[in-house]
């Protein structure tokens, strides 16, 4: 695994920790890309690999909730898969479904996800953050992320969010702990 800089907002790497790489599906949803021009989602499933997780799926699914559903529900239904980045669909568009779609199937939201995105986002774009509804939570047990389609969002949502709370040696806390203990 690649050397790491320190998380932004006050938290820490610890060494004494052993790194447990995750198995993450990456989905794009749009009904515009193709495996060619999906940028954002192989932006997503490099940066995956590159941080020492197990690309465990990638597909692309139209603008469509039943659609979306589907492959999310599939995926947290399979053993294989921890985490579920999903890119596109988050806009105030007509088209933009993805939180329609998968809020439903939430367990539990993570909440606080929003709230950190919309920061690290305004770092980056400013005001224009509001018009992105990425959001968080747990599907029956598989942690899912929905980010904007952009590939600048999916830096910030993964370099400086996602990518640290899937990692287990981040204190004094991370959400990879929710399922780490089930892994070997």
């Known amino acids: 695994m690649k050397e790491q800089l320190e998380p932004p907002g006050g938290g820490r790497i610890d060494p004494a ?17 193709d495996d060619d021009s999906d940028t954002s989602g192989k932006l997503l499933a490099d940066r995956v690999v590159r941080d ?20 999310i529900l ?33 367990d539990k939201a993570i909440d606080g996800f929003e709230t950190v995105w919309h920061l690290t986002s305004f770092q980056t774009v400013g005001l224009s953050t509001m018009q992105s509804r990425a959001c968080a ?6 942690l899912v992320f929905c980010l904007p389609g952009s590939n600048g969002a999916c830096k910030d949502g ?3 969010v996602i990518r640290w709370q899937l990692d287990s040696r981040h204190r004094p806390c991370n959400l990879a702990e929710l399922i780490c203990s089930d892994l070997t």
Do not use: Y
């Open 137 to 142: 939570g747990l599907v029956k047990g598989t």
């Open 158 to 160: 993964w370099d400086r």
């Open 17 to 33: 920790i052993a790194f447990r790489g995750l198995r993450i599906a990456v989905l794009t949803v749009s009904d515009t890309r």
């Open 74 to 106: 599939a995926w947290s239904a399979d053993p294989a898969v921890d985490v579920v980045i999903s890119t596109g669909g988050t806009g105030l568009s007509g088209r933009d479904v993805t939180p329609e779609a998968v809020r439903p199937l939430f």
């Open 52 to 71: 020492g997780h197990m690309l465990a799926g990638r597909a692309i699914v139209k603008d469509e909730i039943s659609c979306v559903q589907s492959r």
